[in-house]
Each structure stands twice: as structure tokens, then as C-alpha cells.
């Protein structure tokens, strides 16, 4: 079984900075793409910012700039840094990763729980 278990959001104001974690754990052979997604209320979810596995970052046009994604594959661990937050940036925020689990099982997609961002005076 393969667990994907996010922490840090919370209520913040705007223009101040917040840092998601989120920590992949169980049997896992190998990571590949890790990212974060977000889903307001009454929207669809969108992706925010993918960590690929050659290293590359891509991010959403809404938040380059502002949020940097990195990772500690050495914790299997991604982490989202926002700055400069805006009232828009709230939602829910979701941590994604790719993993193939020990076994010569298939790559699956895996989903964290959801961890809410408040931007709010």
C-alpha cells in the first residue's frame, strides 16, 4: 500500500507565504512525476506546479512566480512553496505523485487527502 500524506496549509493573509509537505510512504520501487493540484469551490481541479522526473518543474501561468515546487526524493517528499499569496489562491490543495510500488507492479496514480489554503484579511 502506497499512502500520500500532505501538511501545512492553513489560513494566511494576503501577500504572506505558506509551505505545503507531502510525504509518500509504503512499498514504493520508485517515484517518478510528484505535484500538487488544487480545487476551489464550484471549480474543477487544476494542476498548480508537477516536479517530473528528469527534474524539470512546470507550473500554472497563475502561479509562476509566486510558488516554487522541489522535492527530497531522498524522504519522498515534495513540497510546495507559495509566496505573495493572493484571495484567489484559495482551495483545497492535493498532492499527486506517480509511483510504482515493489513488485514489478504497474506505475498508479496516487492522491493525497486534501489540505485546505485559506487567503484571507
Known amino acids: 500500500q502506497v499512502q500520500l500524506v500532505e501538511s501545512g496549509g492553513g489560513l494566511v493573509q494576503p501577500g504572506g507565504s505558506l509551505r505545503l509537505s507531502c510525504a509518500a510512504s509504503?512499498?514504493?520501487?520508485?517515484?517518478?512525476?510528484m505535484g500538487w493540484y488544487r480545487q476551489a469551490p464550484g471549480k474543477q481541479r487544476e494542476s498548480v506546479a508537477i516536479?517530473?522526473?528528469?527534474?524539470?518543474?512546470n507550473y500554472a501561468d497563475s502561479v509562476k512566480g509566486r510558488f516554487s515546487i522541489s522535492r527530497n526524493n531522498g524522504k519522498n517528499t515534495v513540497y510546495l512553496q507559495m509566496n505573495s499569496v493572493k484571495p484567489e489562491d484559495t482551495a483545497v490543495y492535493y498532492c499527486?505523485?506517480?509511483?510504482?510500488?515493489?513488485?514489478?507492479?504497474?506505475?498508479?496514480?496516487?492522491w493525497g487527502q486534501g489540505t485546505q489554503v485559506t487567503v484571507s484579511a
Open positions: 499527486n505523485a506517480l509511483i510504482r510500488s515493489r513488485g514489478a507492479m504497474p506505475v498508479s496514480d496516487y
Open positions: 509504503g512499498s514504493i520501487e520508485n517515484i517518478y512525476a
Open positions: 516536479s517530473t522526473s528528469v527534474g524539470s518543474a
